[in-house]
């Protein structure tokens, strides 16, 4: 799938693009604050009776009506379906807290693969194992695991990264589906009104925030039948068969996309710089850059180079900002260049350049000559800015005798 479909999978924007719900959000932000306070005061004692109660159907069923309080919804489909024998479920992954919603429905375990340890794994919910092996040991852990008698099955998330559920499912990991010959599937939807689901880099504790400022999350669970490997099917093939399982029951596509994919698509997604517009004239994309990197004297400087360049706009930039740091002044550098023409091939009316440049733009139109403004340096300020402003004038009417010509344009239309 292409970029394209990635961007389908992920939702880069916590808010709504359409006005209307945009709008609708805007009206329910005070609710959805106080509905997060009162919920984070909730939590805490959901989080207490959950420490204090033994595991049990009782417990299950009391935690479960407080997370309604708290916003998050279960409502499972085919309930009898569960294989109470299993030993490994395989479920799709949407939220941080997919793993709690199924533990609310059966007892499970779901390791802690990456992340913070200790504490805050075990206050989320995750089973701790000791992951610095590497996955090869980690997966004969859990092997072993699934092999004891009379322990809660596993809850494990192939595709290794949640998804927004709305597009696809991404490429499941095989080495969960060597654990076991036999799993059952769990299809997991959820959904949310106003604002998304989850956003990359989000943290766990951002995600819960929000689904506590959100009116609620919906988790649809459904149970399918257990599938078990064929003989001869590879790891890989009995994957890549649970996955299209999963896809046809939540209606989804079954991708090659992979956690490695998503995080590098983020990445080059963060690191993307919008391109200038070509509509933009060089001089001023050059401007701009010198004005953003540049500090604070320079970028008095570069203003200054600005206003030069507005009176002779044939000369480049780094050479009006390089006699301005000499001169700091606008008036002697405009003089210094005009000068410096006189000594070279240019003529001494700063329009030569400007001229010849129109001239092959229209070269049908032959060019007025434009005499100079000034024959000689003023000798004071006054006189100076007055031969500044005849040759701005010069220049004005030039461009505006072309573009008279070039429209075919009489002067009577510019009254």
């Not at 808010?15 to 306070?37: E, R, S, T």
Request: charged share 20%; net charge neutral.
């Amino acid at each position: 799938m292409e970029n394209r479909g990635i961007e389908d999978m992920f939702d880069f924007r916590r808010f709504p693009k359409d006005a209307v719900v945009l709008l609708l959000l805007l009206i329910y932000f005070p609710v959805g604050i106080c509905l997060m306070l009162i919920r984070i005061f909730v939590g805490v004692h959901v989080f207490l009776v959950s420490c204090a109660l033994p595991e049990s159907f009782i417990r299950r069923f009391i935690v479960r009506i407080m997370c309604s309080v708290l916003g998050m919804h279960v409502r499972t489909k085919n309930p009898r379906s569960r294989d109470k024998n299993t030993k490994l479920y395989m479920c799709n992954h949407v939220t941080e807290f997919d793993h709690n919603i199924i533990n609310l429905l059966t007892p499970c375990h779901t390791p802690q693969l990456e992340g913070s340890t200790g504490f805050v794994c075990w206050a989320r919910g995750f089973m701790e194992i000791h992951s610095a092996s590497g996955q090869g040991a980690i997966g004969d852990t859990l092997q072993r695991y699934c092999s004891t008698e009379g322990t809660p099955p596993l809850l494990l998330f192939p595709e290794e990264e949640t998804t927004n559920g709305r597009a696809g499912l991404l490429k499941f990991s095989s080495w969960p589906f060597s654990l076991t010959d036999s799993i059952q599937p769990v299809a997991l939807r959820v959904t949310r009104p106003l604002i998304a689901l989850s956003t990359p880099d989000s943290s766990w504790m951002k995600e819960l925030l929000w689904t506590f400022f959100a009116p609620c999350t919906v988790y649809h669970v459904s149970w399918l039948p257990t599938v078990s490997r064929q003989d001869g099917e590879s790891t890989q093939e009995f994957a890549n068969k649970v996955q299209e399982l999963l896809a046809g029951e939540l209606g989804l596509v079954s991708t090659k996309i992979t956690k490695a994919d998503k995080a590098e698509h983020i990445k080059r997604k963060r690191h993307t710089v919008p391109q200038a517009s070509t509509s933009v004239r060089p001089a001023s994309i050059g401007l701009g850059f010198m004005v953003q990197s540049l500090g604070t004297d320079d970028h008095r400087i570069a203003k200054m180079a600005q206003q030069v360049k507005d009176v002779l706009p044939h000369v480049p930039l780094n050479v009006i900002a390089k006699d301005l740091a000499e001169t700091n002044c606008v008036d002697t550098t405009i003089t210094n260049l005009l000068e410096s023409k006189e000594e070279g091939p240019m003529e001494a009316t700063g329009t030569s350049t400007f001229g010849s440049s129109m001239n092959n733009s229209y070269s049908s139109v032959p060019a007025p000559t434009i005499k100079p403004a000034a024959k000689c340096f003023g000798r004071y300020p006054v006189d100076r800015h007055l031969s500044l402003q005849e040759r701005k004038e010069a220049l004005y009417n030039f461009a505006r005798r072309r573009y008279i010509e070039k429209h075919g344009l009489d002067q009577e239309d510019s009254h």
